[in-house]
């Protein structure tokens, strides 16, 4: 199985990004899709996840700010980020069952 993330990058806050997941589609159609994130010299946690039939949940730091979609037909989960804060930055990580991709940086300047 193999996740491709992408669509990081550096912006000020206040802006927004999107972030891409590109899944085998072999398994997406099925299952859940989340994304955790890695703050320098701290812990992966969870952002954002969408179940098969599109069901979310958001950490509570990004509720209302956040929005995780998924588009069966591509094989792609997508993380919009609005209104993008300092303490948003970090490594962005796409994860379905137990596999992960391989992180794409996010950076936001105040």
């Known amino acids: 199985v193999q996740l491709q993330a992408s669509g990081g990058g550096v912006v000020q806050a206040g802006e927004s990004l999107t972030l891409s997941c590109v899944v085998s589609k072999i398994i997406f159609g099925t299952k859940s899709v989340a994304w955790y994130r890695q703050a320098p010299g701290k812990q992966r946690e969870f952002v954002a996840d969408?179940?098969?039939?599109?069901?979310?949940t958001y950490a509570d730091s990004v509720k209302g700010r956040f929005s995780i979609s998924r588009d069966n037909a591509k094989a792609t989960a997508y993380l919009q980020m609005n209104s993008l804060k300092p303490e948003d930055t970090g490594t962005y990580f796409c994860?379905?069952?137990?596999?992960w991709g391989q992180g794409t940086l996010v950076t936001v300047s105040s």
């Open positions: 969408i179940s098969s039939d599109g069901r979310t």
């Open positions: 994860k379905i069952i137990k596999w």
